[in-house]
């Protein structure tokens, strides 16, 4: 029943390729995130958006890159992989202000060998 | 953003309740208090939000008091897929995870 997908789910990929985390979101919300985690260790946020045209980074150095043309959508770039970027990558999305919380999509482990 | 505290780690035994305090001092007014889970290689899972008092669902009871200045997260008579980690939030955006508390239940 999840309103937030993200693809691919796993992801095995060579140092040096470019890659493309999606991330689909069906309810409309206008804030969206990325977050990166390791096994064991804490949520951290390293973009966001407010809205259409809108995107900032967050509290964790990364050299991704996202964008946000579509309400719905919101994908994360690497333009040259390396093993460092090991991680699982959680898109999540938010209604903003006041109750309702966030909602996670399942995630992307991505390995770069 | 308000910053949050809670324990490290917590045991307990299978249909015991597991209670979560957190605190959260620097709470703004307009601050929402949300409790999420998450399982290992899951994305978190909202569980439940409050502004002031009781809340409870079909999960899981959230009490604040009426300074607001912690929570407790209480869940009734665990089972064994209760084992995750608990994260307290306070804020509606931006939001940083922390640490949480890994809940471990045991037969």
């Known amino acids: 029943e999840a309103d937030i997908y993200q693809t691919p789910r796993y992801l095995v990929i060579g140092t040096g390729k470019k890659i493309t985390l999606e991330c689909s979101q069906t309810?409309?919300?206008?804030?969206m995130y990325w977050y990166q985690q390791d096994p064991g260790m804490e949520l951290h946020l390293i973009h966001y958006?407010?809205?259409?045209?809108?995107?900032e980074k967050g509290d964790l150095s990364s050299e991704s890159t996202v964008s946000r043309i579509r309400t719905e959508h919101f994908p994360l770039t690497l333009e040259s992989a390396r093993p460092s970027h090991t991680s699982q990558y959680l898109c999540?999305?938010?209604?903003?202000?006041?109750?309702?919380?966030?909602?996670f999509g399942s995630g992307t482990r991505l390995t770069v060998v | 953003l308000a910053k949050t505290t809670q324990p490290i780690s917590m045991d307990s035994y299978e249909g015991q309740e597991v209670n979560i305090t957190c605190s959260h001092n620097?709470?703004?007014?307009?601050?929402?208090i949300t409790w999420y889970q998450q399982f290992p290689s899951q994305g978190p899972r909202f569980i439940i939000q409050?502004?002031?008092t009781k809340v409870t669902n079909e999960v899981a009871s959230l009490f604040i008091p009426a300074d607001r200045k912690s929570s407790t997260l209480s869940l009734p008579r665990v089972s064994l897929s209760d084992t995750a980690v608990y994260y307290c939030l306070v804020g509606d955006y931006k939001l940083s995870f922390g640490a949480g508390t890994t809940v471990t239940v045991r037969a």
């Open positions: 620097n709470i703004a007014t307009n601050d929402y």
């Open positions: 409050g502004y002031k």
């Open positions: 958006s407010y809205g259409v045209n809108s995107t």
């Open positions: 999540a999305s938010s209604v903003g202000r006041g109750p309702g919380g966030y909602t």
């Open positions: 309810m409309g919300h206008d804030k």
